[in-house]
Protein backbone atom coordinates (compact mmCIF):
# COMPACT_ATOMS: atom_id res chain seq x y z
CA UNK A 1 0.00 0.00 0.00
CA UNK A 2 0.84 3.85 -0.02
CA UNK A 3 3.34 5.02 2.59
CA UNK A 4 3.77 8.31 3.79
CA UNK A 5 6.25 9.50 6.22
CA UNK A 6 7.31 12.16 8.53
CA UNK A 7 9.91 13.56 10.05
CA UNK A 8 11.04 14.15 12.28
CA UNK A 9 8.55 12.22 14.44
CA UNK A 10 9.09 13.94 17.64
CA UNK A 11 10.58 17.80 17.96
CA UNK A 12 11.49 20.03 20.97
CA UNK A 13 12.20 23.22 20.49
CA UNK A 14 12.42 26.90 22.13
CA UNK A 15 9.84 29.51 21.91
CA UNK A 16 10.41 31.94 19.57
CA UNK A 17 12.39 29.38 17.17
CA UNK A 18 10.92 27.52 13.96
CA UNK A 19 10.84 24.00 13.11
CA UNK A 20 10.29 22.11 10.10
CA UNK A 21 8.40 19.44 9.56
CA UNK A 22 8.59 16.85 6.52
CA UNK A 23 5.94 15.33 4.85
CA UNK A 24 7.20 12.66 2.32
CA UNK A 25 4.77 10.00 -0.10
CA UNK A 26 6.92 7.24 -0.41
CA UNK A 27 6.07 5.06 -3.27
CA UNK A 28 3.17 7.21 -5.21
CA UNK A 29 3.31 11.12 -6.91
CA UNK A 30 0.71 12.89 -4.47
CA UNK A 31 -0.48 15.57 -6.10
CA UNK A 32 -2.31 16.64 -3.32
CA UNK A 33 -1.16 16.76 0.58
CA UNK A 34 -3.34 17.72 4.12
CA UNK A 35 -1.58 19.25 7.29
CA UNK A 36 -3.70 18.28 9.95
CA UNK A 37 -3.45 18.92 13.96
CA UNK A 38 -4.62 16.88 16.77
CA UNK A 39 -4.50 17.91 20.73
CA UNK A 40 -4.46 15.07 23.19
CA UNK A 41 -7.64 13.51 23.36
CA UNK A 42 -9.16 15.38 20.44
CA UNK A 43 -10.15 15.02 17.17
CA UNK A 44 -7.71 16.09 13.83
CA UNK A 45 -8.78 18.81 12.80
CA UNK A 46 -7.63 20.03 9.23
CA UNK A 47 -4.88 23.04 8.94
CA UNK A 48 -4.49 23.57 5.42
CA UNK A 49 -4.43 21.70 1.64
CA UNK A 50 -1.76 22.30 -0.58
CA UNK A 51 -1.90 20.73 -4.42
CA UNK A 52 1.95 20.62 -5.80
CA UNK A 53 3.56 23.83 -7.68
CA UNK A 54 0.28 25.67 -5.78
CA UNK A 55 0.13 27.83 -2.90
CA UNK A 56 -1.52 26.30 0.18
CA UNK A 57 -5.40 27.03 1.14
CA UNK A 58 -5.57 27.38 4.55
CA UNK A 59 -8.79 27.01 7.22
CA UNK A 60 -10.18 29.42 8.77
CA UNK A 61 -8.79 30.32 11.88
CA UNK A 62 -5.05 29.20 10.80
CA UNK A 63 -2.58 31.29 10.56
CA UNK A 64 -1.10 31.51 6.89
CA UNK A 65 2.12 33.02 7.97
CA UNK A 66 2.47 31.14 11.01
CA UNK A 67 2.41 27.78 9.92
CA UNK A 68 4.14 27.88 6.16
CA UNK A 69 3.34 25.22 4.29
CA UNK A 70 5.19 24.09 0.78
CA UNK A 71 4.59 21.58 -1.80
CA UNK A 72 7.10 21.70 -4.28
CA UNK A 73 7.18 18.94 -5.52
CA UNK A 74 4.86 15.40 -6.22
CA UNK A 75 6.87 13.77 -3.22
CA UNK A 76 7.11 16.22 -0.79
CA UNK A 77 5.33 19.24 1.48
CA UNK A 78 6.70 20.33 4.23
CA UNK A 79 5.03 22.21 7.07
CA UNK A 80 7.53 25.35 9.14
CA UNK A 81 6.06 26.29 12.38
CA UNK A 82 7.24 29.85 12.78
CA UNK A 83 7.77 31.67 15.68
CA UNK A 84 6.69 29.04 17.74
CA UNK A 85 4.95 29.30 21.01
CA UNK A 86 3.71 26.95 23.85
CA UNK A 87 0.47 26.57 22.71
CA UNK A 88 1.31 25.72 18.95
CA UNK A 89 2.73 22.05 20.96
CA UNK A 90 0.72 19.38 19.28
CA UNK A 91 0.60 16.87 17.18
CA UNK A 92 0.45 17.37 13.06
CA UNK A 93 -0.03 14.76 10.99
CA UNK A 94 0.17 14.64 6.84
CA UNK A 95 -1.91 12.83 4.35
CA UNK A 96 -1.29 12.92 1.26
CA UNK A 97 -3.52 11.52 -2.10
CA UNK A 98 -3.05 10.94 -6.09
CA UNK A 99 -6.01 13.69 -6.13
CA UNK A 100 -8.74 14.53 -4.10
CA UNK A 101 -10.81 12.58 -6.09
CA UNK A 102 -8.88 9.32 -4.32
CA UNK A 103 -8.19 7.91 -1.04
CA UNK A 104 -6.00 10.00 1.53
CA UNK A 105 -2.76 8.15 3.14
CA UNK A 106 -1.73 9.43 6.60
CA UNK A 107 1.42 9.80 7.97
CA UNK A 108 2.39 8.88 11.68
CA UNK A 109 2.48 12.33 12.92
CA UNK A 110 5.34 14.97 14.34
CA UNK A 111 5.01 15.33 18.37
CA UNK A 112 5.67 19.16 18.40
CA UNK A 113 6.75 20.33 22.12
CA UNK A 114 7.75 23.94 22.65
CA UNK A 115 9.33 24.81 25.57
CA UNK B 1 -21.07 22.54 7.70
CA UNK B 2 -20.23 18.99 8.09
CA UNK B 3 -19.85 17.41 11.67
CA UNK B 4 -18.80 14.03 12.99
CA UNK B 5 -20.13 12.85 16.48
CA UNK B 6 -18.73 9.35 18.32
CA UNK B 7 -20.74 9.67 21.57
CA UNK B 8 -18.61 7.26 22.91
CA UNK B 9 -15.33 8.53 24.47
CA UNK B 10 -14.05 5.19 26.00
CA UNK B 11 -14.87 1.48 25.75
CA UNK B 12 -13.99 -1.48 27.03
CA UNK B 13 -14.77 -4.79 26.17
CA UNK B 14 -13.82 -8.31 26.46
CA UNK B 15 -11.50 -10.01 23.88
CA UNK B 16 -13.79 -12.74 21.94
CA UNK B 17 -16.65 -10.10 22.84
CA UNK B 18 -18.44 -8.03 20.02
CA UNK B 19 -18.35 -4.39 19.50
CA UNK B 20 -19.74 -1.75 17.92
CA UNK B 21 -18.57 1.60 17.63
CA UNK B 22 -21.18 4.73 17.09
CA UNK B 23 -21.03 7.61 14.65
CA UNK B 24 -23.20 10.22 13.81
CA UNK B 25 -22.74 12.68 10.94
CA UNK B 26 -24.19 15.74 9.62
CA UNK B 27 -23.83 16.42 5.87
CA UNK B 28 -25.98 18.52 3.67
CA UNK B 29 -24.66 16.39 0.68
CA UNK B 30 -24.09 12.35 -0.20
CA UNK B 31 -21.72 11.79 2.79
CA UNK B 32 -18.33 9.84 1.80
CA UNK B 33 -18.03 8.15 5.25
CA UNK B 34 -14.74 6.90 6.62
CA UNK B 35 -14.12 4.55 9.29
CA UNK B 36 -10.10 5.11 10.55
CA UNK B 37 -8.02 3.58 13.43
CA UNK B 38 -4.93 4.76 15.25
CA UNK B 39 -2.08 3.25 17.64
CA UNK B 40 0.73 4.63 18.68
CA UNK B 41 3.41 5.41 16.39
CA UNK B 42 1.47 4.84 13.55
CA UNK B 43 -0.45 6.78 11.06
CA UNK B 44 -3.76 6.20 10.80
CA UNK B 45 -5.21 3.23 8.93
CA UNK B 46 -8.72 3.16 7.08
CA UNK B 47 -11.10 0.66 8.11
CA UNK B 48 -13.60 0.73 5.68
CA UNK B 49 -15.01 3.43 3.27
CA UNK B 50 -18.49 3.62 2.07
CA UNK B 51 -19.71 5.84 -1.11
CA UNK B 52 -22.62 4.10 -2.02
CA UNK B 53 -24.40 0.82 -3.22
CA UNK B 54 -24.74 -1.73 -0.52
CA UNK B 55 -25.39 -0.18 2.80
CA UNK B 56 -23.36 -2.95 4.85
CA UNK B 57 -19.59 -2.39 4.02
CA UNK B 58 -16.98 -4.88 5.01
CA UNK B 59 -13.49 -3.52 6.13
CA UNK B 60 -10.01 -5.05 6.84
CA UNK B 61 -9.10 -6.90 10.33
CA UNK B 62 -12.75 -8.49 10.41
CA UNK B 63 -14.78 -4.72 10.93
CA UNK B 64 -18.12 -3.88 8.82
CA UNK B 65 -20.17 -0.99 9.16
CA UNK B 66 -23.32 0.06 8.13
CA UNK B 67 -24.54 3.08 6.38
CA UNK B 68 -28.07 4.13 8.01
CA UNK B 69 -29.15 7.21 6.11
CA UNK B 70 -32.47 7.78 8.41
CA UNK B 71 -30.52 8.08 11.51
CA UNK B 72 -27.47 9.92 9.82
CA UNK B 73 -25.48 6.98 11.38
CA UNK B 74 -22.14 4.60 10.26
CA UNK B 75 -21.65 2.60 13.50
CA UNK B 76 -18.45 0.52 13.04
CA UNK B 77 -19.27 -3.21 14.49
CA UNK B 78 -16.76 -6.63 14.56
CA UNK B 79 -18.01 -9.62 15.78
CA UNK B 80 -14.96 -10.90 18.11
CA UNK B 81 -12.63 -8.23 19.50
CA UNK B 82 -8.65 -9.31 19.93
CA UNK B 83 -6.34 -7.60 22.36
CA UNK B 84 -4.80 -5.72 19.19
CA UNK B 85 -7.60 -4.24 18.73
CA UNK B 86 -7.15 -1.92 21.05
CA UNK B 87 -6.35 1.53 19.67
CA UNK B 88 -7.84 4.98 19.00
CA UNK B 89 -10.93 4.75 16.12
CA UNK B 90 -12.09 8.30 14.24
CA UNK B 91 -15.16 8.10 12.14
CA UNK B 92 -14.34 10.89 9.35
CA UNK B 93 -16.92 12.49 6.90
CA UNK B 94 -15.68 14.04 3.68
CA UNK B 95 -16.72 15.57 0.19
CA UNK B 96 -15.51 12.81 -2.04
CA UNK B 97 -13.22 9.93 -1.79
CA UNK B 98 -10.29 11.59 -0.88
CA UNK B 99 -12.27 14.05 0.75
CA UNK B 100 -12.79 16.33 -1.24
CA UNK B 101 -11.92 20.15 -1.54
CA UNK B 102 -12.80 20.36 1.82
CA UNK B 103 -10.24 17.25 3.69
CA UNK B 104 -11.74 15.43 6.21
CA UNK B 105 -13.81 16.25 9.02
CA UNK B 106 -13.34 13.69 12.03
CA UNK B 107 -15.49 12.71 15.52
CA UNK B 108 -13.46 12.61 18.06
CA UNK B 109 -12.70 9.28 18.41
CA UNK B 110 -13.34 5.85 20.73
CA UNK B 111 -10.81 4.76 22.56
CA UNK B 112 -10.98 1.28 22.89
CA UNK B 113 -9.52 -1.00 25.63
CA UNK B 114 -9.77 -4.64 25.70
CA UNK B 115 -10.01 -6.81 28.96
CA UNK B 116 -8.61 -10.01 29.18
Known amino acids: GAVVSQHPSWVICKSGTSVKIECRSL??????MFWYRQFPKQSLMLMAT?????????EQGVEKDKFLINHASLTLSTLTVTSAHPEDSSFYIC???????????FGPGTRLTVT | AQSVTQPDIHITVSEGASLELRCNYS??????LFWYVQSPGQGLQLLLK??????LVQGIKGFEAEFKRSQSSFNLRKPSVHWSDAAEYFC??????????????FGKGTHLIIQP
Open chain 1, 50 to 58: SNEGSKATY
Open chain 2, 27 to 32: YGATPY
Open chain 2, 50 to 55: YFSGDT
Open chain 1, 95 to 105: SASLSRAYEQY
Open chain 1, 27 to 32: DFQATT
Open chain 2, 92 to 105: AVGAGAGGGADGLT
